[in-house]
Protein backbone atom coordinates (compact mmCIF):
# COMPACT_ATOMS: atom_id res chain seq x y z
CA UNK A 1 0.00 0.00 0.00
CA UNK A 2 1.85 2.99 -1.21
CA UNK A 3 -0.52 5.56 0.93
CA UNK A 4 -2.15 7.35 -1.71
CA UNK A 5 -5.98 7.33 -2.25
CA UNK A 6 -7.59 7.48 -5.55
CA UNK A 7 -11.29 7.28 -6.11
CA UNK A 8 -12.89 6.22 -8.15
CA UNK A 9 -11.57 3.24 -8.90
CA UNK A 10 -14.04 2.49 -11.82
CA UNK A 11 -16.17 5.10 -13.87
CA UNK A 12 -18.28 5.22 -17.03
CA UNK A 13 -19.63 7.84 -18.42
CA UNK A 14 -20.63 9.42 -22.15
CA UNK A 15 -19.13 11.56 -24.20
CA UNK A 16 -19.58 14.96 -23.26
CA UNK A 17 -19.95 14.36 -19.58
CA UNK A 18 -17.62 16.08 -16.98
CA UNK A 19 -15.91 13.69 -14.56
CA UNK A 20 -13.84 14.79 -11.41
CA UNK A 21 -11.27 12.56 -10.01
CA UNK A 22 -9.98 12.71 -6.91
CA UNK A 23 -6.69 11.77 -4.86
CA UNK A 24 -5.23 12.15 -1.28
CA UNK A 25 -1.20 12.00 -1.17
CA UNK A 26 0.61 10.11 1.42
CA UNK A 27 0.52 11.60 4.77
CA UNK A 28 3.01 14.55 4.82
CA UNK A 29 3.64 14.53 1.17
CA UNK A 30 3.34 18.32 -0.22
CA UNK A 31 3.54 17.18 -4.12
CA UNK A 32 0.67 15.90 -5.88
CA UNK A 33 1.15 14.51 -9.46
CA UNK A 34 -1.46 13.45 -12.00
CA UNK A 35 -0.68 11.07 -15.43
CA UNK A 36 -2.79 9.45 -17.60
CA UNK A 37 -1.92 5.67 -18.77
CA UNK A 38 -3.27 4.40 -22.09
CA UNK A 39 -2.19 1.26 -23.65
CA UNK A 40 -0.35 2.55 -26.54
CA UNK A 41 1.03 6.01 -24.52
CA UNK A 42 2.57 5.03 -21.73
CA UNK A 43 2.63 7.07 -18.50
CA UNK A 44 1.89 10.60 -19.68
CA UNK A 45 2.80 13.47 -17.11
CA UNK A 46 -0.25 15.49 -16.83
CA UNK A 47 0.24 18.34 -13.67
CA UNK A 48 2.08 19.11 -10.67
CA UNK A 49 1.29 20.94 -7.96
CA UNK A 50 3.19 22.08 -4.77
CA UNK A 51 1.44 22.52 -1.67
CA UNK A 52 -1.23 24.07 -2.97
CA UNK A 53 0.41 25.73 -6.64
CA UNK A 54 0.89 24.60 -9.60
CA UNK A 55 4.57 23.69 -10.20
CA UNK A 56 4.64 21.78 -13.69
CA UNK A 57 2.40 21.22 -16.82
CA UNK A 58 2.64 18.19 -18.79
CA UNK A 59 0.49 17.38 -21.91
CA UNK A 60 -2.88 18.09 -20.24
CA UNK A 61 -5.83 19.10 -22.33
CA UNK A 62 -7.29 22.09 -21.98
CA UNK A 63 -10.49 20.52 -21.40
CA UNK A 64 -9.16 19.01 -18.20
CA UNK A 65 -8.66 21.12 -15.35
CA UNK A 66 -6.96 20.30 -11.58
CA UNK A 67 -6.19 21.87 -7.97
CA UNK A 68 -4.91 21.30 -4.76
CA UNK A 69 -6.39 22.02 -1.72
CA UNK A 70 -5.41 23.70 1.65
CA UNK A 71 -5.64 19.95 3.00
CA UNK A 72 -3.43 18.77 0.14
CA UNK A 73 -5.95 17.03 -1.19
CA UNK A 74 -6.10 17.01 -5.88
CA UNK A 75 -9.16 17.08 -7.30
CA UNK A 76 -8.25 16.21 -11.76
CA UNK A 77 -11.44 18.16 -13.32
CA UNK A 78 -12.12 16.12 -17.08
CA UNK A 79 -14.55 18.07 -19.05
CA UNK A 80 -16.49 17.53 -22.56
CA UNK A 81 -14.88 14.09 -22.24
CA UNK A 82 -14.36 12.16 -25.61
CA UNK A 83 -14.37 8.58 -26.31
CA UNK A 84 -10.11 9.13 -26.45
CA UNK A 85 -10.16 10.05 -22.92
CA UNK A 86 -10.56 6.52 -21.90
CA UNK A 87 -7.55 5.97 -19.71
CA UNK A 88 -6.14 5.17 -16.42
CA UNK A 89 -5.49 8.03 -14.56
CA UNK A 90 -2.89 7.72 -12.19
CA UNK A 91 -2.22 10.37 -9.11
CA UNK A 92 1.00 10.45 -7.36
CA UNK A 93 2.97 12.11 -4.32
CA UNK A 94 6.21 13.06 -3.35
CA UNK A 95 7.39 14.70 -0.33
CA UNK A 96 9.14 17.60 -2.08
CA UNK A 97 9.30 19.32 -5.41
CA UNK A 98 13.03 20.51 -7.02
CA UNK A 99 14.70 16.79 -5.53
CA UNK A 100 14.57 13.74 -8.05
CA UNK A 101 13.53 10.78 -6.20
CA UNK A 102 10.34 8.20 -5.83
CA UNK A 103 6.88 8.83 -6.71
CA UNK A 104 4.63 6.97 -4.52
CA UNK A 105 1.59 5.68 -7.01
CA UNK A 106 -2.36 5.59 -5.99
CA UNK A 107 -4.05 2.89 -7.78
CA UNK A 108 -5.64 5.11 -10.52
CA UNK A 109 -8.80 5.44 -11.32
CA UNK A 110 -10.18 3.74 -14.78
CA UNK A 111 -12.69 6.16 -16.66
CA UNK A 112 -14.57 5.02 -20.02
CA UNK A 113 -16.23 6.86 -21.95
CA UNK A 114 -19.05 5.01 -23.85
CA UNK B 1 7.19 13.39 -27.93
CA UNK B 2 8.55 10.63 -26.08
CA UNK B 3 11.44 12.31 -24.10
CA UNK B 4 12.67 8.33 -22.58
CA UNK B 5 12.57 5.81 -25.41
CA UNK B 6 12.04 1.94 -24.04
CA UNK B 7 12.60 -1.81 -25.75
CA UNK B 8 11.59 -4.07 -26.13
CA UNK B 9 8.07 -3.50 -26.08
CA UNK B 10 7.65 -6.82 -24.71
CA UNK B 11 9.80 -9.75 -23.49
CA UNK B 12 9.34 -13.35 -22.80
CA UNK B 13 11.60 -15.24 -20.25
CA UNK B 14 12.28 -18.98 -19.16
CA UNK B 15 12.56 -19.00 -15.10
CA UNK B 16 15.91 -18.64 -14.24
CA UNK B 17 17.06 -16.52 -17.14
CA UNK B 18 18.35 -12.99 -17.65
CA UNK B 19 15.55 -10.06 -18.83
CA UNK B 20 17.52 -7.20 -20.30
CA UNK B 21 15.13 -3.79 -20.54
CA UNK B 22 16.91 -1.20 -22.56
CA UNK B 23 16.14 3.04 -22.52
CA UNK B 24 17.53 5.68 -24.02
CA UNK B 25 16.90 9.71 -23.33
CA UNK B 26 18.08 12.62 -25.29
CA UNK B 27 17.24 15.30 -22.41
CA UNK B 28 20.85 15.90 -21.00
CA UNK B 29 19.47 17.88 -17.68
CA UNK B 30 18.03 14.26 -17.00
CA UNK B 31 19.67 13.34 -13.87
CA UNK B 32 17.35 10.68 -11.78
CA UNK B 33 16.57 7.74 -13.38
CA UNK B 34 14.18 5.24 -11.42
CA UNK B 35 13.02 1.74 -12.79
CA UNK B 36 9.28 1.19 -12.01
CA UNK B 37 7.34 -1.95 -11.70
CA UNK B 38 3.51 -2.32 -11.69
CA UNK B 39 1.19 -5.91 -11.67
CA UNK B 40 -2.34 -5.36 -13.20
CA UNK B 41 -4.85 -3.53 -11.19
CA UNK B 42 -2.30 -1.67 -9.08
CA UNK B 43 -0.29 1.80 -9.61
CA UNK B 44 3.44 1.75 -10.60
CA UNK B 45 5.89 1.46 -7.48
CA UNK B 46 9.86 2.19 -7.25
CA UNK B 47 12.11 -0.69 -8.20
CA UNK B 48 15.25 0.95 -8.06
CA UNK B 49 16.93 3.89 -9.23
CA UNK B 50 20.12 5.72 -10.32
CA UNK B 51 21.95 8.85 -10.39
CA UNK B 52 24.43 9.39 -13.05
CA UNK B 53 27.28 9.78 -10.94
CA UNK B 54 27.56 5.81 -11.16
CA UNK B 55 28.08 3.25 -14.11
CA UNK B 56 26.07 0.90 -12.36
CA UNK B 57 23.66 0.11 -9.17
CA UNK B 58 22.21 -3.27 -7.86
CA UNK B 59 20.01 -4.37 -5.85
CA UNK B 60 19.42 -8.02 -5.01
CA UNK B 61 18.69 -10.07 -8.95
CA UNK B 62 17.96 -6.21 -9.90
CA UNK B 63 20.60 -3.92 -12.01
CA UNK B 64 20.61 -0.79 -13.52
CA UNK B 65 23.41 -0.18 -15.69
CA UNK B 66 23.66 3.33 -17.02
CA UNK B 67 25.83 4.73 -20.13
CA UNK B 68 26.30 8.58 -19.78
CA UNK B 69 28.23 9.48 -23.18
CA UNK B 70 25.42 7.32 -24.43
CA UNK B 71 22.82 8.31 -22.83
CA UNK B 72 21.12 5.25 -22.26
CA UNK B 73 20.46 2.93 -19.26
CA UNK B 74 18.87 -0.77 -18.85
CA UNK B 75 17.96 -2.88 -16.25
CA UNK B 76 18.94 -6.47 -16.01
CA UNK B 77 17.20 -8.85 -13.75
CA UNK B 78 18.64 -11.89 -13.41
CA UNK B 79 17.40 -15.37 -12.23
CA UNK B 80 14.44 -14.08 -13.34
CA UNK B 81 10.95 -15.89 -11.42
CA UNK B 82 7.49 -15.86 -12.64
CA UNK B 83 6.67 -13.48 -9.66
CA UNK B 84 8.51 -10.90 -11.80
CA UNK B 85 5.66 -11.09 -14.23
CA UNK B 86 4.91 -7.46 -14.56
CA UNK B 87 4.95 -3.82 -16.74
CA UNK B 88 8.29 -2.53 -16.33
CA UNK B 89 8.77 2.00 -17.05
CA UNK B 90 11.75 3.36 -17.15
CA UNK B 91 11.83 7.04 -16.17
CA UNK B 92 13.58 10.43 -16.34
CA UNK B 93 13.80 13.52 -14.47
CA UNK B 94 15.92 16.50 -13.80
CA UNK B 95 17.11 17.81 -10.37
CA UNK B 96 15.84 21.46 -11.54
CA UNK B 97 12.90 22.97 -10.97
CA UNK B 98 9.76 20.39 -10.66
CA UNK B 99 10.65 16.43 -10.64
CA UNK B 100 8.15 15.01 -12.58
CA UNK B 101 9.03 11.59 -14.05
CA UNK B 102 8.67 11.17 -18.05
CA UNK B 103 7.97 7.68 -18.62
CA UNK B 104 8.98 4.87 -21.45
CA UNK B 105 6.26 3.32 -23.06
CA UNK B 106 7.13 -0.27 -20.59
CA UNK B 107 8.02 -3.27 -20.90
CA UNK B 108 5.47 -6.50 -20.19
CA UNK B 109 7.94 -9.23 -19.40
CA UNK B 110 6.47 -12.89 -18.81
CA UNK B 111 8.58 -15.03 -17.25
CA UNK B 112 7.66 -18.68 -17.94
CA UNK B 113 7.93 -21.81 -15.44
Known amino acids: DSGVTQTPKHLITATGQRVTLRCSPRSGDLSVYWYQQSLDQGLQFLIQ???????AKGNILERFSAQQFPDLHSELNLSSLELGDSALYFC?????????????FGEGSRLTVL | QQQVKQSPQSLIVQKGGISIINCAYE??????FPWYQQFPGKGPALLIAIRPDVSEKKEGRFTISFNKSAKQFSLHIMDSQPGDSATYFC????????????FGTGTRLTVIP
Open chain 1, 49 to 55: YYNGEER
Open chain 1, 92 to 104: ASSLQTGVAGELF
Open chain 2, 91 to 102: AASAQTGANNLF
Open chain 2, 27 to 32: NTAFDY
